[in-house]
């Protein structure tokens, strides 16, 4: 199994395997066409997005990926560099379950942050995902409050 972080060579393979998961996760149908919208953000998001994403790689196949967003907020008391980060797309592919593959990605992504400088990471965690991240440390957060635009 090679673990690396990806670049702009690997986008089509990126690609795939985000839809891919996006069907799995939102349980549509395998032949399910995305917006146009959705796929040309997602490809610019991976190309130029202030974001590092890591894949495992079995025989010249993408068989797991982690992704990490940074953004900067005003810096606050007990985050005083505004750095934080988001943990997403992170997916395994269902044969390659439960053999440490996501746990290692995670790790590589958590460095990141850290080399990044960020001083929080924030994930949105799926009923199958949380055992992982609540072994790796996570812990459910009721600091947050959120609304979606489209509902103003």
């Excluded at 985050?79 to 395994?92: D, E, F, I, Q």
């Excluded at 439960?98 to 746990?103: D, K, P, S, V, Y």
């Amino acid at each position: 199994m090679e673990y690396r972080v990806t670049d702009a060579n690997d986008i089509d393979m990126l690609m795939d395997v985000r839809l891919s998961m996006l069907r799995i996760v939102n349980d549509l149908p395998a032949d399910y066409i995305f917006d146009d919208e959705l796929v040309v953000s997602s490809r610019r998001y991976f190309l130029e997005g202030d974001q590092t994403t890591v894949v495992a790689v079995d025989d010249g196949r993408c068989v797991a990926c982690a992704s990490m967003s940074y953004i900067e907020i005003m810096p606050t008391f007990s985050h005083p560099s505004g750095k934080r980060a988001h943990l997403m797309n992170v997916y395994t592919e269902e044969s390659y379950r439960r053999r440490g593959i996501a746990r290692q990605l995670v790790n590589m992504l958590i460095e990141d942050a850290r080399a990044h400088g960020a001083t929080e990471i924030s994930l949105d965690a799926t009923e199958s995902g949380r055992p992982l991240y609540e072994s790796m440390g996570f812990k459910a957060s009721e600091e947050c409050m959120v609304i979606g635009i489209q509902q103003l």
